[in-house]
């Protein structure tokens, strides 16, 4: 290939992540004004600057933009979660890791229920959530099953009690910041550190 198709491609490339990423933060900025349900393509497109018929070029729907924007959110819960799953000390880094799942929440919380609606309209999206809350909650899954081994947690049914704790913090959670997104972090965090101790008996 040759260096001006090359750079014809990249050009081509970054004009197509900068109009993906309009869309995208166009759509989280209406998000943060009302429902899912009350937000059109139009609306999206007027918000970046942009003609109605390039969306499609870019994205289906708006399902799957929203999908797009919670793939970012996943991987920062993603990276939440490892400051547990890592941790010589699963007490004081529990503390640690909730905090950065409440931050999440606190500054997405518009968007994740923006999800948590697309998700009632199709069975995909909700096969689609079910993937991903599966990658997220395997791993804790999994390290309480080591902590219970090694005595560092008591608790029958280790894997189902993780998995009704990690549904209750997502609800609690999305309560909470749709309610209002002011409220410092702390204070949920604070909540969420005693449910999850106690209900594992931390040692």
């Not at 924007?69 to 699963?90: G, H, I, K, Q, Y």
């Not at 909700?126 to 395997?138: A, I, K, M, S, Y």
């Amino acid at each position: 290939m040759t260096p001006m198709r090359t750079q014809t491609r990249s050009a081509a490339q970054e004009r197509r992540a900068v109009t993906e990423r309009a869309i995208l933060t166009a759509t989280e900025a209406l998000l943060e004004e009302r429902s899912f349900r009350d937000i059109s393509v139009e609306e999206v497109m007027a918000s970046a600057g942009l003609s109605r018929t390039a969306f499609y070029r870019y994205f289906p729907d708006l399902e799957s933009v929203v999908t797009r924007l919670m793939a970012t959110l996943v991987n920062e819960l993603r990276a939440a979660s490892r400051l547990w799953l890592f941790s010589d000390d699963p007490e004081t880094q529990l503390h640690d890791a909730l905090l950065h799942f409440a931050a999440v929440y606190r500054d997405h919380g518009r968007l994740m229920h923006a999800f948590e609606e697309a998700v009632g309209a199709g069975p995909d999206l909700r096969q689609l959530w079910g993937g991903t809350l599966g990658e997220l909650v395997d791993p804790v899954e999994n390290y309480v099953e080591t902590l219970a081994q090694s005595g560092r947690v008591d608790v029958a049914h280790p894997t189902q009690t993780v998995r009704a704790l990690s549904v209750l913090t997502d609800q609690y959670l999305l309560d909470v910041y749709r309610r209002d997104d002011r409220m410092p972090i702390q204070t949920p965090t604070a909540v969420l550190v005693q449910i999850w101790a106690r209900t594992l008996r931390l040692r």
